[in-house]
Nanobody, 116 residues
């Protein structure tokens, strides 16, 4: 069993910043990457940032240069620092991880709303 608990979402003005956290517990496959996805109303869930156990990262073009993903392996926590937020960043943000059998697990999601 895997538990992913996200926190840190909220309402912020355009240009502001938020930091999301994802605390992982249970049978996490620590050799696999963890990632942040988001889903805006009426749109499909999209991958926005991923990080390997060695902290190699990748980003969607839409967030590159503004968002930073990081992880603390000792705390089994992944973070997403979001700067210079735009209205189009409004979405529910989800943390993703794999279990020991490479099954997909998702957090409950945290809402990020950016106002103009």
């Amino acid at each position: 069993q895997v538990q992913l608990v996200e926190s840190g979402g909220g309402l912020v003005q355009a240009g502001g910043s938020l930091r999301l956290s994802c605390a992982a517990s249970g049978s996490i496959n620590r050799r696999k990457p963890m990632a942040w996805y988001r889903q805006a109303p009426g749109k499909e869930r999209e991958l926005i940032a991923g990080i390997t156990v060695l902290s190699n990262t990748n980003y969607a073009d839409s967030v590159k240069g503004r968002f930073t993903i990081s992880r603390d392996n000792a705390k089994n926590t992944v973070y997403l620092q979001m700067n210079n937020l735009k209205r189009e960043d409004t979405a529910v943000y989800y943390c993703h991880a794999y279990n020991l059998f490479n099954g997909d697990y998702w957090g409950q999601g945290t809402q990020v709303t950016v106002s103009s």
